[in-house]
C-alpha cells in the first residue's frame, strides 16, 4: 500500500496506524452528517480525531516527542478539506453506509456469514469491510479512502488488478439491483479516481492465479520472477516483488 508516503518526516504512528485512524475518523463523521447533518459534523473534526487518535498515543507513547501538534493539525485540515470539497460538489448526495462489513458476524453489517462468489470455475467464500457505499438515485458509489497517492491504484488498474473491487462489486450485485460504481477517494489531495480496467480481465487472473495456487501452492514473492508459459499474466517485476515481500513472506496478490 501507498500509506506510508503520508506527512514523510512528520509521521508520528506507523503508516497502518495513521490510515487506521483516518478511516475511522471519516466513518465517525459521515456517521454524524447522517444523524445531524454536515454543519454539525464539520464542528466536531477534530473532538473525533482526538478520540480516534488516544489509542495510538498509549500504543506508542515514546513518539511524544516529535511534532505531535503538526502531525494532528495535518490529519485535521486533510479530512476537513477533504470533506468540505466533497460536500460543497455533491451537495444532493446521501451517504448511506460506512464501514458496511460482511461475513464479521455482525448485526449491523450487509450480512453476518461470508458470501459466496464465483470466479471463472471457482467458488469461493469471502468477507471484507467497505470503507463507505453513496448512494445516488440510479446507482450506488463504492468508496474505497487512501491516505497516499493515486500512483499505485492506477498503475494496477492499467494492468486489471484492482481485485479488492471486483470482489466487492460481485459481493454488492447479490443484495442490490443498482448499478454500482467503484472510487478512490484520495484524502490527501482531494482527488477522487474511477477505475476503468477490465473486471473481465481481471476475473482471468485471479482464476489464473487460483490455478497456480492449486499446482504449486503458495510461493516467495521472488519466484514470480521468472514466470512463463500459461502463468506469464501473473509474473512480477522487481518493484511489485519488493512490495508484496513487505506485506508477507508468501505471496497471494495480484
Not at 478511516?23 to 454539525?40: A, M, P, R, T, Y
Not at 448511506?96 to 459466496?116: A, H, I, N, R
Not at 470455475?121 to 468508496?143: N, P
Request: glycine share 4%; aromatic share 12%.
Amino acid at each position: 500500500d501507498d500509506e506510508e508516503e503520508i506527512f514523510d518526516e512528520d509521521l508520528i504512528f506507523p503508516f497502518y496506524a495513521t490510515g487506521s485512524i483516518v478511516h475511522e475518523s471519516l466513518k465517525n463523521i459521515v456517521d454524524q452528517i447522517n444523524e445531524k447533518g454536515s454543519l454539525f459534523a464539520l464542528e466536531q473534526v477534530e473532538n473525533i480525531l482526538n478520540k480516534n487518535i488516544e489509542p495510538y498515543l498509549k500504543k506508542y507513547p515514546q513518539r511524544l516527542e516529535k511534532p505531535f501538534e503538526n502531525y494532528k493539525n495535518n490529519l485535521r485540515d486533510m479530512i476537513k478539506n477533504y470533506l468540505i470539497d466533497f460536500i460543497e460538489k455533491n451537495p444532493n448526495e446521501k451517504f448511506y453506509k460506512t464501514e458496511y462489513s460482511f461475513g464479521f458476524g455482525q448485526k449491523e453489517s450487509l450480512c453476518k456469514d461470508p458470501v459466496t462468489i464465483e470466479i471463472g470455475k471457482y467458488k469461493i467464500k469471502v468477507k471484507g469491510s467497505i470503507d463507505r457505499l453513496d448512494l445516488l438515485e440510479d446507482q450506488m458509489v463504492l468508496i474505497d479512502y487512501k491516505t497516499g497517492n493515486s500512483k499505485l491504484i492506477k498503475d494496477m488498474d492499467n494492468k486489471n488488478r484492482l481485485i479488492q473491487d471486483f470482489i466487492y462489486k460481485k459481493v454488492l450485485e447479490k443484495f442490490f439491483s443498482k448499478d454500482i460504481t467503484c472510487q478512490y477517494h484520495f484524502i490527501k489531495n482531494r482527488e477522487i479516481y474511477e477505475p476503468c480496467g477490465d473486471f473481465e480481465e481481471t476475473e482471468k487472473n485471479l482464476e489464473l492465479l487460483f490455478d497456480f495456487v492449486n499446482e504449486y501452492g503458495f510461493v516467495k514473492p521472488e519466484k514470480m520472477a521468472g514466470l512463463s508459459g500459461k502463468y506469464e499474466n501473473l509474473k512480477k517485476d522487481k518493484s511489485e516483488i519488493e512490495k508484496a515481500i513487505s506485506f508477507s513472506e508468501n505471496y497471494l496478490v495480484l
